[in-house]
């Protein structure tokens, strides 16, 4: 059956409309069926769809160190200012394995992580055995502990470092100053006292390679996913014992693998690190695409996070001993690292002093800080929390002072003297991304096509309607008009006067 014109102009606009009102639905509809989709989706649990991501993470993840050589030695014992030339970088590949997975009745799960690096030559600019001048913590350790010990002590305490080679700097390969070596003295400090002296080895990063730093519990996000890879404790407590206020001391977080989904632009996301005892905060920075095409919010370590406690508060907690705050970005963790019960004398901060006061920065040469090459760095997939992209960059700095009978150091001004900074980065690769599209990211620009196409095609139809509907409306009254103007005319002809046979 075939409709009239009138007919077809109307069901043409009601389909038209029709569309454009199922395509708007859609909209809270759809986002709705995402959202839960997604929820589904990255809960951590056996079988679950990011598990696998979770329990091993397939982004390959780098860690890249940077060696300052101090090239002045002499110099600087007498008193100059240390020249500094960085060497870089020398890469590591980081695995990430994680074990003693247990699955808690409250929405948490416990594990261990262990933490495996292999050096990576070809992407290195030397290899493990280079050569660094670099400050010797054994040294440093035990006159930092001796400082207000009594005079006798430090003279006894100088002639067993002379005894045994110890001296405020030392020449030692990349290896070992990283990831440890046996120091002579303690080795004879163990052999006398091993319940004080429990072990001779040392080094910044010593018993970090194939070792776990503690138990995580994290939520699940299957009573919450809010909460969704947020630690609820670490090593069985929700706060650390370093800091002198709650604040500092509170566990915030995640481990950096993955976070809630549909994160507020807005919002600060904390990272827990146990290399620096401690949370650091991150802030909406900008938008970043990956190579792959993915879009991810890149959020970004603030001023504020090493700020001078009279700038931000809330770092009163970090200040130790207590009320003895340094200048903006350097914080001292002495508290929480140990050689045989010795505090080493380490503060950290964003590569070559980033944010941080210019009296640290002047007080050394060969510095020259950038926050986009020095900042922390972490770029979040904003639908699931997975972090697609992260740049953790941290600088380890030794304390340097002159102490009273230790004639060796006399000679020294006081400096945050830079040993060396890391970039621990990791960014998903082709075949991973694939995987996120296709579990995620592709049904939901399928679906956000949809209501486009929708939207656009029912639209496009209500407006060819109405066009064509105007169209007919013209030309039915242009056709009007001259019939009119036709019938006028005959009119006049047929009302014109008669003459009257009876007047001829």
Not at 172 to 180: A, C, Q, S, T
Request: proline residues 7%; contains cysteine.
């Amino acid at each position: 059956m075939v409709c009239s014109k009138k007919k077809c102009v109307i069901i043409a606009s009601v389909i038209g409309v029709v569309l454009i009102i199922i395509g708007a639905v859609m909209i809270p509809v759809m986002k709705y069926i995402i959202k839960k989709k997604v929820e589904s989706t990255v809960v951590i649990q056996k079988g679950g769809e990011v598990y696998d991501y979770w329990l091993d993470p397939p982004v390959p993840i780098y860690l890249q160190i940077y060696m300052f050589n101090l090239t002045n030695k002499e110099e600087f014992l007498m008193g100059d200012k240390p020249s500094l030339h960085q060497v870089g970088p020398y890469t590591y590949s980081e695995k990430r394995i994680k074990f003693n997975i247990v699955f808690n009745n409250n929405g948490t799960v416990s594990y261990r992580q262990k933490r495996v690096f292999h050096f990576l030559p070809h992407m290195s600019a030397g290899n493990e055995s280079d050569l660094f001048v670099a400050p010797n913590p054994v040294y440093w350790a035990l006159y930092n502990s001796m400082k207000y010990e009594y005079p006798t002590v430090r003279k006894v305490v100088y002639v067993l470092t002379q005894l045994f080679g110890e001296h405020p700097l030392m020449t030692r390969p990349l290896k070992e100053l990283i990831w440890g070596y046996t120091d002579p003295l303690l080795n004879i400090t163990k052999a006398l006292d091993p319940d004080w002296f429990y072990t001779d080895f040392v080094g910044f990063f010593m018993n970090k390679n194939n070792t776990d730093d503690g138990v995580y519990t994290v939520y699940t996000g299957a009573k919450d996913i809010s909460t969704l890879g947020i630690i609820d404790k670490y090593n069985g407590s929700s706060y650390l014992p370093f800091w002198s206020t709650e604040w500092a001391n509170m566990v915030n977080g995640s481990d950096g693998t993955l976070g809630p989904p549909y994160l507020p632009k807005d919002m600060v996301v904390y990272t827990f690190s146990s290399d620096i005892c401690r949370s650091v905060p991150g802030v909406y920075h900008r938008d970043v695409t990956t190579p792959q095409g993915i879009h991810l919010w890149r959020f970004a370590g603030p001023p504020s996070a090493t700020a001078n406690a009279t700038v931000n508060p809330e770092n009163k907690g970090f200040c130790t001993p207590i009320e003895n705050c340094l200048g903006a970005g350097v914080v001292n963790i002495s508290n929480c690292q140990l050689v045989d019960f010795f505090n080493l004398p380490v503060a950290i901060s964003f590569p070559h002093f980033l944010f941080g006061d210019p009296r640290y920065i002047n007080a050394v040469k060969g510095l020259n800080p950038n926050p986009e090459e020095h900042n922390t760095l972490i770029d979040l997939e904003p639908y699931t929390g997975l972090v697609l992209q992260a740049y953790k960059r941290l600088q380890i700095n030794f304390y340097l002072e002159p102490f009273a009978d230790v004639p060796e150091t006399l000679g020294i001004k006081p400096v945050f003297l830079p040993v060396f900074w890391l970039n621990e980065s990791a960014a998903i690769d082709d075949k991973n991304a694939k995987k996120i599209f296709n579990l995620l990211l592709t049904p939901l620009l399928i679906i956000h096509v949809t209501e486009i196409v929708l939207i656009s095609l029912g639209a496009f139809v209500l407006i060819c309607t109405l066009i064509y509907g105007l169209w007919k409306y013209r030309k039915s009254r242009q056709v009007t008009s001259h019939g009119d103007n036709g019938q006028s005319t005959h009119t006049e002809g047929d009302t014109e006067p008669i003459v009257s046979n009876e007047g001829s």
